[in-house]
């Protein structure tokens, strides 16, 4: 990690960069990466901004991966595994309008679509960007959407807020209230969204009923996952039609092994555990990769020799 900024209390944008001479691979806006924190856990997150050597993710601390990861300093590794997902494809909105609506975290991977239509202008009609926030200071990038907000455009941008506080300079209530002011032809225009479910479906029930056609809805769900590769089932939304029956276990032997030797390393390096605090955090590594292990990690027989 190269650099980390806070982007508010619970929130905060990390800059990865590959270690040594490893490639990024090609990332495309709407994307996400498995990102891992090392000792604690495996999460998915989207790219926010997508560089030539380099990916910017945009995470909320709302539990132990997104804590951990959130907590990095710069120069610290971070696990990445990816591209995964089919993106957002922009190019396939070329001579459209585009209306793009974001709740709360759901602009963070939002964010690098409208930056790829913003760079080619005359491949698209009028740029929208919606975006709904819980309280003013929850809004991601407020510098920069006030700046668009503050302008003619594009992209034609408003923002509004749950609970605004006294100096709030957008608008008040739920995102959806902005498609009015949006300027977009709705049989030609292709819009994207991402947020809250709840949010989406009033967004997409919205648009559809100002006469965007079902197929240029395009949203995102932001569900739970282990695998990311379509074989476990976690972030299915009916039923299960895949089972994985490869026991992990053997599979990341040597990725265990591997994240055992880092979180040893790591901790030492930070301080003093315990011979408790070791095994415990070692049990911990070894169920990252295989929760159904999570009971039989005890047999682990950890030696400790202090020197
Ligand atoms: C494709 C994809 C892209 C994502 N992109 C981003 C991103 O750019 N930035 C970002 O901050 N987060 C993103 N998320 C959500 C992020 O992955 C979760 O917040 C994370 O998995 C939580 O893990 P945790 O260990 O920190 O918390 P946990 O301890 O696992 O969970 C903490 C709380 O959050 C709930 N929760 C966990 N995962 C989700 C989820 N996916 N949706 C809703 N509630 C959840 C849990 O039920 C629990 O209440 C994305 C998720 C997906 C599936
Ligand atoms: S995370 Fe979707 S199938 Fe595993």
């Known amino acids: 990690?190269?650099?980390?900024?806070?982007?508010?209390?619970?929130?905060?944008?990390?800059?990865?960069?590959?270690?040594?001479?490893?490639?990024?691979?090609?990332?495309?806006?709407?994307?996400?990466?498995?990102?891992?924190?090392?000792?604690?856990?495996?999460?998915?997150?989207?790219?926010?901004?997508?560089?030539?050597?380099?990916?910017?993710?945009?995470?909320?601390s709302v539990g132990a991966v997104s804590a951990a990861l959130c907590a990095l300093r710069p120069g610290k590794e971070v696990g990445v595994r990816g591209p995964f997902g089919t993106g957002w494809e922009p190019e396939r909105a070329a001579g459209q309008d585009i209306v793009v609506v974001a709740g709360g975290i759901g602009l963070a991977p939002?964010?690098?679509?409208?930056?790829?239509?913003?760079?080619?202008p005359r491949a698209y009609g009028r740029l929208n960007l919606l975006a709904g926030t819980r309280s003013t200071d929850d809004l991601l990038f407020a510098e920069r959407m006030r700046t668009w907000a503050a302008s003619p455009g594009p992209p034609h941008c408003r923002v509004t807020?749950?609970?605004?506080?006294?100096?709030?300079?957008?608008?008040?209530?739920l995102v959806t209230t902005l498609l009015?002011?949006?300027?977009?032809?709705?049989?030609?225009?292709?819009?994207?969204?991402?947020?809250?479910e709840v949010m989406i479906r009033a967004t997409a029930r919205d648009?559809?009923?100002?006469?965007?056609?079902?197929?240029?809805?395009?949203?995102?769900?932001?569900?739970?996952?282990?695998?990311a590769t379509g074989h476990c089932g976690h972030c299915q939304l009916g039923t299960v039609t895949d089972a994985c029956l490869v026991p992990p276990t053997a599979q990341n032997q040597g990725a265990i092994e591997d994240d055992l030797v880092r979180t040893v390393e790591q901790v030492l390096a930070e301080g003093d555990p315990s011979d408790e605090e070791l095994t415990h955090l070692c049990e911990r590594a070894i169920r990252n990769h295989d929760p159904c292990i999570s009971c039989s990690t005890h047999f682990l027989d950890l030696t400790i020799a202090r020197t």
């Open 1 to 60: 990690m190269s650099s980390r900024l806070r982007e508010t209390a619970d929130t905060v944008s990390l800059t990865l960069t590959p270690a040594g001479d490893e490639a990024l691979g090609p990332f495309d806006p709407g994307q996400f990466a498995m990102l891992y924190a090392f000792g604690v856990g495996e999460i998915p997150v989207s790219v926010s901004r997508i560089g030539q050597r380099e990916l910017v993710h945009t995470i909320r």
């Open 110 to 120: 939002l964010r690098p679509l409208v930056l790829a239509a913003l760079a080619a």
């Open 161 to 173: 807020a749950d609970r605004p506080a006294p100096a709030w300079w957008g608008h008040v209530g």
């Open 180 to 196: 009015n002011t949006a300027r977009f032809t709705p049989g030609n225009t292709t819009a994207y969204v991402c947020g809250p």
């Open 207 to 227: 648009l559809l009923h100002r006469g965007v056609p079902a197929h240029r809805i395009r949203v995102s769900l932001e569900r739970n996952m282990r695998c």
